[in-house]
Nanobody, 118 residues
């Protein structure tokens, strides 16, 4: 069983910064991809950023240049540094770990709320 525990969400003013962390535990296969997705009220879940074991990174268009994803593979932990936050970044942020080994293994955290006040 795999568990993902997110931390670091909260309330921040527009223009401010937050850092999210997600620690994964359990039977995790490597190589894998760890990432962040978000879902705002009334909207579909969308990609924020994903990073692979080989440090290949992909960002959602709306966060490019403002957010930075990183990982500590030894600790199975992924981080998301969020700068220049605006009200459109308000959402529940979910951590994800994914790998393919015969079949797809796809696990999600419980989500952490990020609220940006204008």
């Amino acid at each position: 069983q795999v568990q993902l525990v997110e931390s670091g969400g909260g309330l921040v003013q527009a223009g401010g910064s937050l850092r999210l962390s997600c620690a994964a535990s359990g039977d995790i296969f490597s190589p894998n991809a760890m990432g962040w997705y978000r879902q705002a009220p009334g909207k579909q879940r969308e990609l924020v950023a994903v990073i692979t074991s080989g440090d290949r990174i992909n960002y959602g268009d709306s966060v490019k240049g403002r957010f930075t994803i990183s990982r500590d593979s030894a600790k199975n932990t992924v981080y998301l540094q969020m700068n220049s936050l605006n009200s459109e970044d308000t959402a529940v942020y979910y951590c994800n770990v994914y790998w393919s080994l015969g079949r797809v293994y796809d696990y999600w955290g419980q989500g952490t709320q990020v609220t940006v006040s204008s």
